[in-house]
């Protein structure tokens, strides 16, 4: 059996910017999403700790070291300028797997900057 499992999580971000005419997506700084391995295009799921909303895009690669956090399209109606958002992305392991698999947690600090790569080690 295949579990879909946490893969990585960009925790703690500012909005920087919605951008309602836009055709969706969220786009992030690029530095973010190699820190927590996620690739262009890739699903992930977007969860707004200002509002309570969740929702699911993909993600398109911003500006190296901007540290740009922009809701685009549909998503911007879920999240104003400031608010704060965590960026999950998932994978499927088999059972085996799951069980010593250590999801990247990309920890940042003012302005978007990456303050710390760690792995869950529960």
């Known amino acids: 059996m295949e579990l879909t499992i946490l893969k990585s999580k960009i925790h703690t971000v500012?909005?920087?910017?919605?951008?309602?005419?836009?055709?969706?997506?969220?786009?992030?700084?690029a530095d973010l999403l190699d820190a927590a391995q996620i690739k262009k295009y890739e699903q992930?799921?977007?969860?707004?700790?200002?509002n309570g909303s969740r929702i699911m895009t993909y993600v398109?690669?911003?500006k190296r070291g901007s540290g740009e956090v922009c809701m685009n399209g549909?998503?911007?109606?879920?999240?104003?300028?400031?608010?704060?958002?965590?960026?999950?992305s998932f994978c499927t392991v088999s059972?085996?797997?799951?069980?010593?698999?250590?999801?990247?947690?990309v920890f940042t600090k003012d302005g978007n900057q990456i303050a710390s790569v760690e792995r869950y080690n529960y």
Do not use: F
Not at 74 to 88: E, R, S, Y
Not at 95 to 105: F, G, H, I, K, R
């Open 14 to 29: 500012k909005v920087t910017e919605a951008n309602v005419a836009y055709n969706g997506s969220i786009t992030v700084d």
């Open 44 to 50: 992930v799921y977007v969860n707004n700790a200002v």
């Open 60 to 62: 398109l690669p911003g």
């Open 74 to 88: 549909g998503a911007a109606l879920h999240a104003k300028v400031g608010d704060t958002v965590h960026i999950l």
């Open 95 to 105: 059972e085996e797997e799951a069980d010593s698999y250590q999801p990247v947690l």
